[in-house]
């Protein structure tokens, strides 16, 4: 079956950096759009940026110049590196891939960014 599992969260001053991974099997992941989101307590799931399976891209408007997706097809990995974090990036962000019938979802992985 279609796994997702994601890595890198943490604790973060503002001003630093995190970078998450997502690593997927189960699936052919080179040809299927990945994505991050992310959940704030008593706030909806969010787009945060996602990336095809030709490397087009694109962000959330909150998350543009700070924020910068990139996949590695021969490790099945999505990466989502981000700089320049804010209090407001704090939320549970969640690693998805857009299959031809659903879609799947990893378990999650906490960014705090608190001084």
């Known amino acids: 079956q279609v796994q997702l599992v994601e890595s890198g969260g943490g604790l973060v001053q503002p001003g630093g950096s995190l970078r998450l991974s997502c690593v997927t099997s189960g699936t052919l992941f080179s040809i299927y759009a990945m994505g991050w989101y992310r959940q704030a307590p008593g706030k909806q799931r969010e787009l945060v940026a996602r990336i095809t399976g030709g490397g087009r891209t694109n962000y959330a408007d909150s998350v543009k110049g700070r924020f910068t997706i990139s996949r590695d097809n021969a490790k099945n990995t999505v990466y989502l590196q981000m700089n320049s974090l804010k209090p407001e990036d704090t939320a549970v962000y969640y690693c998805?891939?857009?299959?031809?019938?659903?879609?799947?979802w990893g378990q999650g992985t906490q960014v705090t960014v608190s001084s």
């Open positions: 998805n891939l857009e299959g031809q019938v659903r879609s799947y």
